[in-house]
């Protein structure tokens, strides 16, 4: 469990370090917008505004999250699970975040044939599926399926690698 939380890690540093730095234009369009639950357009909610909201989010990330079988997203630090804006999570992880494999890799291939750096929700997006695909492939039960989330995970890594690095 320590390796991917370490992953985690690793890129909200990265994050807070380059990704806030980059200049937000009004006329960008939010990929993952299409990419919703169920195929069907939602609010739009991100979770930070502010460098506030993304140390408290890496805060619950490292204190540990899980996403249990019928598709609650739950903070193991009780304290942290009670803040208001650890709701605002909970509804991004259980209605926004994509769950299946199809809606996953239509995330990916969105973000993957967008060019420039992404948007800022696109980055939350992806770094929350990251997580949620991270806990899938452990919990895999065939091998089969951890190749299929094992290559979700990956790709997710490449494109929020290349949103960071600004490489191809």
């Known amino acids: 469990m320590l390796p991917w939380r370490m992953v985690i890690v690793g890129l909200f540093y990265c994050y807070i370090k380059i990704g806030v730095t980059y200049c937000q234009t009004k006329g960008k369009?939010?990929?993952?917008c299409r990419v919703a639950k169920?195929?069907?357009n939602v609010v739009n909610?991100?979770?930070?505004?502010s460098f506030g909201d993304v140390h408290l989010l890496f805060e619950i990330l490292l204190t540990g999250v899980h996403f249990d079988a019928s598709g609650q997203f739950l903070v193991s630090d009780a304290e942290l699970a009670s803040l208001r804006k650890t709701q605002k999570l909970e509804v991004i992880c259980e209605e926004v975040i994509p769950r299946e494999l199809p809606d996953i890799f239509r995330l990916i291939s969105g973000l993957?044939?967008?060019s420039g750096h992404l948007h800022q929700d696109d980055f939350e997006r992806a770094l929350l599926t990251l997580v949620y695909v991270s806990q899938q492939m452990v919990n895999a039960t065939s091998g089969h399926q951890r190749d299929a989330w094992a290559e979700s995970f990956v790709s997710l890594y490449k494109t929020i690698k290349q949103d960071l690095t600004g490489t191809d």
């Open 29 to 32: 369009t939010c990929i993952t």
């Open 112 to 114: 993957s044939n967008h």
């Open 45 to 49: 909610p991100t979770f930070h505004n």
């Open 38 to 40: 169920n195929g069907a």
